[in-house]
């Protein structure tokens, strides 16, 4: 069973890729393929699948749901294929670190597209279990194939012009990619150009990534190009008309781990490829073209490196890589191989709970109550909830919100040191001070208290956050907690585990 973050997540072109393409072979060797949004977790609250893979939900639901999971004694996973991990120096990364090595204690595998994201995956798992997964390539109809091959090559002999395809998200939150990688190497393009015929280049990208910057950028694009919204119905459209597909690729970790899936598509569509930067395609090298002037010379030669004499040697390395069947029966032979007990937790239905730091979400706020887990709401939280605990700084210390619902779970010694009641939005709080319960500990914040700034914000981090930690843990002693922080200011935790310790560059 595999999980997203929403509905909107099930319709990306990767869900498609990765997992559609294999729904049908697993189905042939006897297993169910349930493709799910991890909000569906929550409201069915069934976990009748035998194993679960986490698949792009970089929060704390996926942190909830696994540790549930795992009190069910359910064989978990993660789908790791894009490298946000192994730039532990970077500031914007730290919840995407904290996450890996949170869920990593609840699971039982690591399922990776490359080798590239594997070997990261290899030095910040633990000696956990790794399987590679190629994307799988669409189904190939020989026939199809060597029509559309042969009516790309009418129309360019017809009109004399070449007609090249860039399709892709143009954009990401992080690195230089799409549109960026286009421009830099679209020197490449200006090798096309010939006396003998013109050159269209049409671009697809996502509107999210059409800013006034990107379509300024874009006009240092040496041949004549035009640009519209990415769809599945364009994209096939594009590469129904393309003679030649340029797909850029740069050196960056980011990059270099990501799958061959845009090559894979481009060529079971009868277009050729040319690619430049890092050699990302090399396990499809004899038909991919590294070299511009070699793509015109065999275009005019009547020898392009896909035509109807290779089809054959196509659909053989497309076995060999991009096998949907092959994949399929690969997967279900290693999730059989994992022990669903493997994972080097040891849960005995322990209490949950999820911290919201200074940027959080309310849906997770929703979820996790849902599905029986505390929501607490640390001194950084502004979202105005109904929260089961809260933390808030006072003068020279940290004061505790406790719900009644929760107070029965406390102890009576630290029921009778409750200061008072108090109502916040629509819930009544029993409020107690963190140095009540632990002598000697108040929240040494000083003169950062009422200072709400970025800087003060990092300096006094991880200090309060352990000191919420401490209170939780003298509160609820069996609990298990996790957080939820989006901020882009630079945050990291205070932690016995090493993996946790985030660096802060300067």
């Known amino acids: 069973m595999y999980s997203g973050t929403s509905e909107d997540y099930l319709k990306q072109a990767g869900v498609r890729i990765r997992y559609r393409r294999i729904e049908n072979a697993l189905q042939h060797l006897g297993h169910e393929l349930s493709i799910v949004p991890i909000q569906y977790l929550a409201d069915k ?3 009748s699948h035998d194993s679960y893979l986490i698949s792009k939900c970089y929060d704390a639901r996926a942190l909830v749901i696994t540790c549930l999971l795992k009190n069910q004694k359910k064989m978990v996973g993660i ?8 730039q532990t120096n970077d ?5 995407l670190r904290y996450w890996l090595c949170s869920i990593l204690q609840y699971i039982d595998f690591i399922l990776c597209s490359t080798p590239a994201i594997a070997e990261v995956a290899n030095q910040l798992a633990m000696g956990q279990k790794i399987h590679i997964m190629n994307d799988s390539s669409p189904d190939i109809d020989k026939n199809v194939l060597q029509s559309a091959i042969q009516s790309k090559m009418d129309y360019f002999n017809q009109s004399k012009v070449l007609t090249v395809g860039w399709f892709g998200i143009g954009d990401n939150p992080y690195f230089p990619v799409g549109l960026k990688d286009l421009v830099a190497f679209s ?3 200006a090798s096309l150009r010939d006396k003998e015929f013109d050159i269209q280049l049409e671009i697809l990208t996502n509107q999210r990534a059409m800013t006034a910057d990107a379509l300024a950028m874009l006009r240092r694009i040496p041949v004549p190009y035009t640009v519209d919204d990415w769809t599945e119905e364009q994209e096939a459209a594009l590469l129904a008309r393309s003679m030649m597909c340029f ?3 740069n050196a960056q970790n980011f990059s270099i781990a990501k799958s061959l899936n845009r090559a894979v598509t481009t060529l079971v569509s009868g277009t050729q490829v040319l690619s430049c930067g890092y050699p990302l395609y090399e396990k499809l090298s004899p038909f991919i073209y590294r070299d511009p002037q070699q793509l015109i010379n065999d275009l005019k030669n009547g020898s392009l490196a896909l ?6 040697d196509l659909i053989e390395i497309m076995e060999q890589w991009a096998s949907p069947e092959l994949e399929a029966e690969k997967l279900a032979k290693f999730i059989e191989t994992c022990n669903a007990g493997s994972s080097p937790c040891n849960l005995n239905k322990p209490l949950i709970a999820v911290i919201h730091g200074k940027n959080t979400l309310g849906e997770i706020h929703k979820f ?3 599905v029986g887990v505390l929501s607490i709401a640390s001194p950084f939280c502004k979202e105005k909830l109904n929260f089961d605990l809260r933390f808030s700084f006072n003068s020279d210390d940290l004061s505790i919100y406790i719900s009644e619902k929760y107070c029965s779970m406390l102890s009576k010694q630290i029921q009778n040191n409750f200061l008072g009641c108090e109502k916040i939005v629509d819930r009544l709080y029993h409020k107690i001070n963190l140095s009540q319960l632990i002598s000697n500990r108040n929240c040494q914040r000083g003169a950062l208290n009422y200072k709400n700034t970025s800087i003060n914000f990092t ?5 309060v956050m352990n000191d919420v930690a401490k209170s939780l843990q003298f509160l609820f002693p069996q609990l298990v907690y996790f957080y939820s922080e989006n901020s882009k200011a630079p945050w990291w935790l205070l932690t016995d585990i090493p993996s946790y310790n985030l660096e802060v560059t300067p």
């Open 459 to 463: 300096a006094s981090y991880a200090k």
């Open 368 to 370: 996790v109550q849902k």
């Open 187 to 189: 020197g490449e393009l």
């Open 247 to 249: 797909l850029p690729v």
């Open 307 to 312: 035509r109807k004499e290779t089809i054959p």
């Open 79 to 86: 789908d790791l294929f894009d490298d946000y991990f192994s």
């Open 45 to 47: 609250k069934d976990f």
């Open 91 to 95: 500031n914007r990364f730290p919840k």
